[in-house]
């Protein structure tokens, strides 16, 4: 190998390794989605809520320095129908007026093995505050970083659905949390 093609091919190496060097952390929220999957009667349905903010710092290869905030406006639910969303908004489901907003604190986030981890932390929801812990996959293309997962909350832990929508024979107790993330990378700080 000519001295020359060595020094470009380390160049070209020094500049893969600065490429990944870099956190994760400007969130397209127009090109990220949260939704939630349930049972009414034995039903698959399907949601999602339209307002949400999210706030991450993660670098891969800084693992136990990620975190994660997400805040939730609750009346932003999508149920499928207006009556439908006037109704988990009311007293007895979320209760809008007096908690307008879930919110999710990670405490830390650890590595599962390739692609995958797992943000460990607290879900507030209606004043109820549960550790919660959510699997996701990252996958990095350039400065694009996506965020995939799902975790299962049982709403009545949360006191969603209370008075005669406590019964899980009507709505079911175990709600599925889909969440996608696009993020933008800024380059990690020297040190």
């Known amino acids: 190998m000519k001295k020359s093609q060595f020094f470009s091919l380390l160049l070209l190496a020094s500049a893969i390794c600065g490429a990944q060097a870099a956190e994760f952390n400007q969130v397209q929220t127009g090109k990220s989605t949260l939704a939630f999957a349930y049972k009414q009667m034995g039903v698959p349905l399907e949601g999602k809520f339209g307002k949400f903010a999210v706030q ?110 406590a019964d899980v024979g009507t709505v079911a107790n175990e709600v599925r949390i889909v969440f996608h993330i696009v993020t933008n990378a800024a380059p990690s700080a020297k040190k």
């Open 56 to 165: 991450i710092a993660f670098d891969p290869a800084k693992i136990n320095a990620a975190q994660a905030r997400l805040e939730v406006d609750l009346a932003s639910i999508d149920t499928g129908s207006s009556e439908g969303n006037d109704e988990v908004a009311g007293k007895l489901w979320f209760n809008t007026k007096a908690y307008p907003a879930a919110q999710f604190v990670s405490g830390g986030v650890k590595a599962l093995g390739g692609n995958r981890y797992e943000a460990l932390g607290k879900l507030t929801i209606k004043g109820r505050s549960l550790d919660v812990s959510a699997p996701f996959t990252f996958k990095q293309e350039g400065a694009v970083g996506v965020f995939d997962g799902a975790f299962t909350l049982k709403r009545l832990d949360y006191a969603i659905g209370e008075g005669i929508w």
